[in-house]
């Protein structure tokens, strides 16, 4: 007899368990001399989402000093309305030809605005890289804060974390600077008009507040070994019918040909509106919805904005690092060798194709937790 792996969950407890130091280095609120600072994150959806709450924090710890934001093209329509922020910039640092182009021009507006604090939520190889060039060229603010203890920050926290969940990784560098951890969800700020386009949407379709379920059940591209599966999303959609609640796919361009081929198996009682959405329209439906099962994708932390019950189903990747931070959230994952392999292909799938949605019942909102 086969012995099948153990269902694994996780919650807040388990992936926001690191310790942080609460050593102040340098207690930036309490310097009137800074009057605008500049935030840099670029990174994935999921963990833009993630970064608004550090960003809330900022905010409130100085009220009196104007914010701008540096982040990617595909994120600036998160901000648009956005009240914490004074200007919301943008560089595609991400295209081939013309890199070295978009280099200087985000380098030429950071010296342009005169920042006297830059805070580096992104820290990666490219984001200290234009800062070490800020410094080289002599046009570095003095007080420069990133996630990490290294050049070129000059403001280091007295701890790495580098194991940890991404939001405790930005909560360490916050407080080292004498910011108080405050917020601990993501913030956004939900234009009237976004708001009112998700509810016609809802209407058209019949579906009342509290009468459906969003499934999420893509991934990005580059990340289809995180998918649960059409199959098993299907089969998953009949548990629900038989509750007397219709399903809502949602998702972006990657995931369109995942939701068809779930809608056309259910075609009277499941309502595609993958790539129908704005991206600030995902939370306000997912607000009305009386649960969420999602894979782990960028689409899963925008919903978990809200606080709707969800289920993030894992395989290769760790849930104690990418579980949506919140109290209604729990991620699951299959007890196998290879879990959290983050391979972008694999010959069997395990971690998935062994989730059986008989198995995941378990674990949805709603079922008593293991």
């Given amino acids: 007899m086969t012995v099948q792996p153990r269902l694994m969950q996780y919650q807040d407890a388990d992936c926001l368990s690191a310790t942080l130091d609460h050593t102040i280095v340098r207690d930036l609120p309490r310097d009137p001399a800074i009057k605008r600072i500049l935030i840099i994150k670029w990174g994935g959806m999921g963990d833009i989402v993630i970064s608004t709450a550090i960003m809330q924090d900022i905010y409130l710890a100085f009220p009196q000093s104007e914010i701008h ?48 604090l830059i805070i580096d939520l992104q820290t990666n190889d490219k984001s200290r890289g234009l800062i070490t060039m800020l410094r080289l060229m002599g046009k570095a603010p003095a007080l420069l804060l990133g996630n990490h203890p290294r ?13 940890a969940h991404s939001f405790q990784i930005m909560q360490q560098s916050l407080l080292c600077a004498g910011i108080a951890l405050r917020t601990d969800a993501p913030k956004l700020h939900i234009a009237p008009s976004s708001m009112a386009s998700a509810e016609q949407r809802l209407a058209q379709h019949g579906l009342q507040s509290k009468s459906f379920v969003v499934f999420l059940c893509g991934s990005h591209a580059s990340g289809r070994t995180k998918r649960w599966g059409v199959q098993y999303y299907a089969a998953l959609v009949a548990h629900y019918l038989q ?39 995902v939370p306000v439906i997912c607000a009305h919805a009386t649960a969420i099962v999602a894979n782990d994708t960028g689409t899963a932390h925008l919903a978990a904005a809200t606080q709707t019950p969800m289920t993030v189903i894992c395989g290769p990747t760790n849930p104690r690092r990418v579980k949506p931070p ?24 395990s971690c998935m194709q062994q989730l059986s949605p008989q198995r995941l019942l378990s674990s949805l909102p709603g079922a008593p937790h293991a």
């Fill in 69 to 116: 934001l540096n982040t990617m093209p595909a994120w600036q329509s998160l901000f648009a309305d956005d009240p914490r922020f004074s200007k919301v910039w943008c560089v595609n640092l991400q295209q081939k030809p013309g890199r070295w182009h978009a280099y200087r021009q985000w380098l030429a507006e950071v010296v342009t605005r005169q920042y006297d």
């Fill in 151 to 163: 050049f070129p920050y000059t403001i280091k926290q007295p701890q790495s974390l580098p194991q």
């Fill in 326 to 349: 919140g109290q209604h959230v729990l991620a699951v994952q299959l007890d196998l060798p290879c879990k959290n392999c983050y391979a972008k292909q694999c010959s069997h799938h």
């Fill in 243 to 281: 509750r007397g609640e219709r399903v809502v796919l949602l998702g972006g361009r990657d995931e369109a040909d995942e939701c068809l081929a779930i809608a056309r198996q259910h075609p009277q009682q499941v309502v595609n509106l993958c790539g129908q959405t704005s991206l600030l329209e």
